[in-house]
């Protein structure tokens, strides 16, 4: 009889050349992962800021098809028939104001006025955006929405203009 030697599993130079391997491609991986993170971040943002401006932009195309031309309350033909607007158009809130200076409860209003069911949280425990009011930067009179993103900690907004329905977009 035969007595043939058996293999008894991977000699140590096997493992360590494995561990190397997989120690390169953690270090090209993880980086790479990270940074996907802060790109999904950036994406739900520019994507909140496009549904917001299509929506702003609705509003006041529904506004428009209705033959509208002064100040209105609950615009007939879009979302819930409850967001209001300005005498150009523009959504103001969902509260019965008609007025382009801006506080953050008319804000939180047209937030979820516009953006209906699937708008990204602004109220309760940790929201994904924090809602609150800036100046006017074209120089009209009142003030601006400026919403927050929460979830990086960035400080990247996304700001409404009431009086001209321009949404800014800033990615920190």
Known sequence: MH??????GFTLIELVVVIAILAILAAFALPRFAQ????AHQSSIRATAGAL???VALTKTQ???NGQTAATDDVQGFGNDNVDVSGDGWPTATGGSNDADMTAAPCQQVWLGVLQSNAPTIN??????????QADADG???SDCVFTYQSDGQGSTIVYDADTGE???TIN
């Open 3 to 8: 007595t043939g030697k058996k293999n008894r």
């Open 36 to 39: 996907l993170s802060e790109e």
């Open 53 to 55: 401006a299509a929506g």
């Open 63 to 65: 506004w428009v098809s």
């Open 124 to 133: 309760g425990t940790n929201p994904d955006y924090a809602v609150t009011t």
């Open 140 to 142: 009209d009179p009142g």
């Open 167 to 169: 949404i800014e977009t």
